[in-house]
């Protein structure tokens, strides 16, 4: 089993909808969870991260973590083609080392 | 303006060169990580550093070695290039948890 698992797509959303990603992790002691997106060619830019059971918001964005079932996703609203790029999830156990997912890829189709 | 900077953005080079490819960060970070990924690929940890004089390798075995001897900069080094040595290589720095990324050396060994 991956330490971290997202399902590599595409997902592919109309222009408008809101996008929905997901990421399960292993480690129960896992403390720190990040979104970065990559555009194809690109190197990855943080866009959210989050530390608490929850939903954290930021804009379009919002991040949920649900330790208890030790997962975390990442919800696009109003999505638009410039949205359009892999998604990483990664996950920090408390000793600085972040462990990435493979990546989603998101499409959004105009 | 803190940032993470690399050098060469592409480099492209023949079979038993030596190279180093640099990176600098002005964020004040004391981590530091390369990475490697193919295109459409998932990012490999092949060294990290968590200060000056501190160098570890990452999840993923590499014939590059790096160093550490300023907390800004981080450059890895092979000593014998090879055609599977292509690939994209990205320096990452962080503070506290979250990672932010150079733009990334695209290498190609012919």
């Known amino acids: 089993q991956k330490e971290v698992e997202q399902n590599s797509g595409p997902l592919s959303v109309p222009e408008g909808a809101i996008a929905s990603l997901n990421c399960t992790y292993s480690?129960?002691?896992?403390?720190?969870f990040f979104w970065y997106r990559q555009y194809s060619g690109k190197s990855p830019e943080l866009i959210m991260f989050?530390?608490?059971?929850g939903d954290k918001e930021d804009g379009r964005f919002t991040a949920q973590l649900n330790k208890a079932s030790q997962y975390v996703s990442l919800l696009i609203r109003d999505s638009q083609p410039s949205d359009s790029a892999t998604y990483l999830c990664?996950?920090?156990?408390?000793?600085?080392?972040?462990?990435f997912g493979t990546g989603t890829k998101l499409q959004v189709i105009p | 303006e803190a940032d993470i900077y690399q050098t060469p953005r592409y480099l492209v080079i023949g079979t038993g060169k030596k190279i180093t490819l640099e990176c600098s960060q002005t964020?004040?970070?004391?981590?530091m990580y390369w990475y490697q990924q193919d295109p459409g690929m998932e990012l490999h940890l092949i060294h990290y550093s968590y200060g000056v004089n501190s160098t570890e390798k990452g999840d993923l075995s590499s014939e590059s070695t790096v160093s550490r001897i300023r907390t800004e900069h981080f450059p890895l080094t092979l000593e014998s290039a090879r055609p599977s040595h292509t690939s994209q290589y990205l320096c990452a720095s962080s503070g506290f948890n979250e990672q932010f990324f150079g733009p990334g050396t695209r290498l190609t060994v012919l």
């Open positions: 964020m004040g970070h004391d981590k």
């Open positions: 480690d129960r002691g896992s403390q720190s």
């Open positions: 989050i530390y608490s059971n």
């Open positions: 990664a996950v920090n156990k408390g000793y600085q080392k972040v462990t």
